[in-house]
T-cell receptor, first 116, second 112 residues
């Protein structure tokens, strides 16, 4: 597509429920990144995909968080048994090449997750 | 470990002023530097991408410069407008990695 698309744009969920957040990167972008931004804070790296593989998952905060990518396209970030501290904006970005070295990132609009 | 600092943290100016936002980073072995704009409750919009071999990039009223050796970048906004009000973030990937490290941003308010 023309840009990075994320859905849903807003999600309110009850504590303890599972949620899935979706990211559609720009067509042809092999690299995909997930970041989290808590209210009033900076961007926190979560995970990086190159193709369908995730060589760096070091930012996932706990085993309740997982992500996958299929067809070198769509990625899904899943949070199980959500907690209130998971409330944040989840941002997805894609990049043309392996890594951000020469191409920079294009971000989606984010998913605002609120856990009540 | 790469650290990115942005000064000032917040800035309020009257419409029409020219202004400079600063970004500094501790590891100068970077491939590029990217400036983003973030509106409240929204994602990030890319403004300018400067490759390590470049000294500056321009887009409309925006000009970004890069001095790798001193670990600094500046974003110059000419003739500021109320629509420029947003948070401005700079980000760099560290050599040998693929992750952008983000500064904490400068929150800009342009008063009509």
């Amino acid at each position: 597509g023309a840009g990075v698309s994320q859905s849903p744009s807003n999600k309110v969920t009850e504590k303890g429920k599972d949620v899935e957040l979706r990211c559609d990167p720009i067509s042809g972008h092999t690299a995909l990144y997930w970041y989290r931004q808590r209210l009033g804070q900076g961007l926190e790296f979560l995970i990086y995909f190159q193709g369908n593989s995730a060589p760096d998952k070091s930012g996932l905060p706990s085993d309740r968080f997982s992500a996958e990518r299929t067809g070198e396209s769509v990625s899904t970030l899943t949070i199980q048994r959500t907690q209130q501290e998971d409330s944040a904006v989840y941002l997805c970005a894609s990049s043309l090449g392996p890594g951000a070295q020469n191409y920079g990132y294009t971000f989606g609009s984010g998913t605002r997750l609120t856990v009540v | 470990k790469q650290e990115v600092t942005q000064i000032p943290a917040a800035l309020s100016v009257p419409e029409g002023e020219n202004l400079v936002l600063n970004c500094s980073f501790t590891d100068s072995a970077i491939y590029n530097l990217q400036w983003f704009r973030q509106d409240p409750g929204k994602g990030l919009t890319s403004l300018l991408l400067i490759q390590s071999s470049q000294r500056e990039q321009t887009s409309g009223r925006l000009n970004a410069s890069l001095d790798k050796s001193s670990g600094r970048s500046t974003l110059y906004i000419a003739a500021s407008q109320p629509g420029d009000s947003a948070t401005y973030l700079c980000a760099v990937p560290t050599s040998g990695t693929y992750k952008y490290i983000f500064g904490t941003g400068t929150r800009l308010k342009v008063l009509a």
